[in-house]
């Protein structure tokens, strides 16, 4: 199985941009990627959308040129084009030969998995997302996306002491029936496959490298109840990875083609993410401006996963990632093991699994010619 972070071509001709990833995208019997953004002719905008992120049905065809064969559409742009935008761009996917898990025309479809079977070994592929507009999450009745919600709470840091306006304590909780939800379904799906996955869509996109205090919470609970890998998107950028009772957590894989077409990063969007964040901010001015990319340099740097699946009591039988590299060309390139941006994207990757003190091991080499990390559970070692 290989797997991609964001993924949204709005380019004429969009082959082009994901020619030099395929090499490590085909290989996959099965290769996932989340759809971030509406492919419609007629979009209906919803009321309550961000930033707009669709483009034309015909901008889709290169995913299926891509390699991709399921995608989800669990994330905070699926409605962007309204309920016949979310149905346009599930129909233009599937009319491609890709199939859509994570959204639906009710709750009971956005939440049913994908099951397919490769060699002997049935995989079942679940998508929720916890950051979306309000009235994008699917209800029993209505479309929308598989939602795992998730409450903020903002505390006086000592409860013994009166002092207002210092920063508080944020603290944050799954709202318990999205929670069960996701247990329910990661068992249902257990039912009907050998593996199971789940793509989660979550964290914070304006700051690099932080993880939000539920993202761990929430993955290692996906893993105790039953799920057998958790990747994660949305982040703009990479993050983490980690093995939890000898599954492996990708907390974010970053971003493979994403087309900022519509939207802008404007001078003083940068200017106040600098302020907050600083040197951590993903709107830090670049030292090269990617116009179809405006984000910073760390922002560039992705990932494809590669998964090897099996029966068993361990069914990840290997976990690793080939470092991928954004082009000012919109376009997206694996690279070669003496590549030396493939050396410096692993090594952030494994500097920030230390910082948090997860456990991983990292072996940096090379798979089908393409530099290649190899992330173990020291655990198992």
């Keep these: 199985m290989r797997a991609a972070g964001d993924v949204f071509t709005d380019v004429e001709h969009g082959e082009a941009a994901f ?105 079942a592929i679940l998508g929720f997302s916890t950051v979306f507009p309000k009235g994008y999450e699917a209800r029993p009745n ?23 306006g210092i920063p508080p304590l944020i603290t944050t909780a799954a709202v318990p029936e999205d929670q069960q939800r996701v247990r329910d379904a990661i068992a249902a799906a257990r039912e009907q496959a050998d593996v199971v996955v789940v793509s989660m869509h979550w964290g914070y996109s304006h700051v ?64 106040n993410s600098m302020t907050r964040y600083g040197e951590l901010s993903s709107m830090r001015p670049p030292a090269e401006e990617f116009e179809l990319w405006p984000f910073a340099e760390e922002a560039r740097r992705s990932m494809v996963v590669a998964l090897t699946l099996r029966k068993g009591e361990q069914p990840v039988a290997e976990a690793g990632f080939f470092p991928v ?32 003190g997860f456990a991983a091991s990292f072996e940096h080499t090379s798979r089908d010619g393409w530099a290649y990390v190899r992330v173990t559970d020291p655990a198992a070692q």
């Design 19 to 123: 020619a030099p990833v395929v090499p490590v995208l085909e290989p996959g019997d099965i290769v996932l990627g989340n759809c971030e953004g509406v492919y419609s002719d007629r979009p209906a905008k919803s009321p309550s959308h961000k930033h707009f992120m669709g483009t034309t049905v015909d901008r889709a065809a290169p995913l299926a040129s891509a390699g991709f064969t399921v995608m989800t559409s669990s994330n905070n742009h699926a409605l962007d084009g309204g309920y016949v935008g979310l149905d346009d761009t599930r129909t233009t996917l599937e009319g491609l030969g890709i199939d859509v898990l994570g959204a639906g025309a009710d709750l009971a479809e956005a939440v049913r998995p994908y099951v397919t079977e490769h060699n002997g070994v049935r995989v």
């Design 208 to 271: 690099l490298e932080q993880l939000m205090d539920y993202e761990p919470r929430l993955a290692r609970d996906a893993i105790d109840h039953g799920a057998d890998a958790v990747l994660c998107t949305h982040h703009h950028a990479l993050r983490p990875v980690e093995w939890h009772g000898g599954r492996p957590i990708f907390y974010g894989t970053g971003a493979l083609i994403h087309h900022f077409v519509g939207p802008s990063v404007t001078p003083q969007m940068r200017a």
């Design 142 to 164: 209505r479309p929308g996306l598989a939602p795992l919600r998730v409450t903020t709470s903002y505390l006086d840091p000592d409860e013994n002491f009166w002092e207002p």
């Design 325 to 356: 590299q954004m082009l000012a060309d919109g376009s997206t390139t694996a690279l070669r093991p003496e590549d030396e941006r493939a050396a410096v994207t692993a090594g952030y990757v494994e500097r920030m699994s230390a910082d948090q």
